[in-house]
């Protein structure tokens, strides 16, 4: 049996303020417990719910030189659906409100955690043959298993992945404090190892010292390899391209399932849309005082509202798809000037644009269940998993060619009937107005081919058990059988 330990920042239900959460709660299910026994580590973060820390039990502790001082590393585990979750706790690090928070603190509690998460794997008697690292925060693992770890017999055949989740985020601070946090002789700060452009960088030292790298769609794994996309380390992912593969994410079929969502008024499957599926419009039309109309072209949005999402694009033509037989809801927070516009347009257009600048489960899972399309046209977007969501309710997805959006949204041919949503390749807003007209308009004109379409957008299958088929081909790969 191969021995996998997951490593990262947040894994849900414990702690979650993205994708990446996602993926490390959600994916070690997937895999065939028969032959692969995955585990998680994360932080014991204080602001975890009560009720999950209650659920967690003591392993053991010990202490560990790090900075000049000996510092506490406690061990607790908690066991959900079969999965062994560790926990390395410090009150120091991680106590505070969010996971995250100043930069240089968390460029410091992660190099903490790296070195902390690898120590304890000897006296929890845990020895995987995988270490697999998630994004920057665990960007010095690699590392430390090439180097000073790789001198004891326990650590010496381990193999190592790091996932990048989003290049944007690397872990960059000065070369002196990222040697000094790290500690790291000289040696490793040169261009060719953890210096960038005369700056340290954590995701870097992982990306060159890795057995593998993966990302989390096969586009965007290309993308990377460009300087638009590159985020400056475009000529390094071209160098490690022999190790690199792009895999996409998935989502939770139990939990995304429009057949027994609790949150929807009205559930339904891929047989019986067509009548059930429109309760929930109207249901989130009374909730939201929009004009109650079950024909009305509605249109979702939801997403964090920044720049990378592709909200310029939106503010750019807004006033002219108000002037559509459209309806919009928006669910997200982000930049000040996203939401004030969205706020300004649903003051302007109150039965056409429904604004709700926050963020609830239950309201995302009701506008995946009402809307007709959901509009996602962003910059760059590694894998993405709402428009994997929408797909799974039937709601039509219109994207931007790009990652992870270009390899799950087939772009729609009215000439061949083939396709699960609509799509545009260049970023500009009227390329991206001419994708949603036309979505409207064969929703309006040919309703027949929309449901089509709805009909292969919710016989996809993209669930974790399809992601997690790759990941295992990967480790077979790495451990050489």
Known sequence: MKKILFVASEAVPFVKTGGLADVVGSLPKCFDQEYYDVRVMIPKYLCIREDLRNQMTYVDHFYM????????????????DGIT????????????AKPY???YQDLEKFCFFSRAALSSLPVIGFQPDVVHCHDWQTGLIPVLLKDRFREGEFFRNMKSVITIHNLKFQGVWDVKTIQALTCLPDYYFTPDKLEAYKDGNLLKGGIVYADAITTVSETYAQEIKMPFYG????????????SLRGIVNGIDYDEFDPGSDSYIIQNYNLRNFRKEKEKNKTALQKELSLAQDESKFMI?????LTDQKGLDLIQCVMDEMCQDDIQLVILGTGEERYENMFRHYAWKYPDK????IYYSEAMS??????????????LFEPCGLSQLMALRYGTVPIVRETGGL???????NEYESQGTGFSFSNYNAHEMLGAVRYAQRIYYDKRREWNKIIDRAMSKDYSWKTSAMKYQELYDWLTGC
């Open 85 to 96: 979750f560790y926990f390395i706790d410090n009150e120091g690090y991680y106590q505070g």
């Open 353 to 356: 644009v429904s604004a709700n």
């Open 65 to 80: 030189d790090y900075l000049g001082q000996s510092r506490y590393v406690g061990i607790l585990q908690c066991v959900r």
């Open 365 to 378: 899972h009701k506008i995946y269940a009402a809307c007709d399309a959901f509009l996602m046209p962003s």
């Open 406 to 412: 270009k390899d799950t949204v087939e772009p729609y």
């Open 300 to 304: 979702g949005i939801v997403s964090r």
């Open 101 to 103: 928070g100043d930069w």
């Open 231 to 242: 985020e400056g380390l475009d000529g390094l992912m071209r160098a490690r391209e022999g």
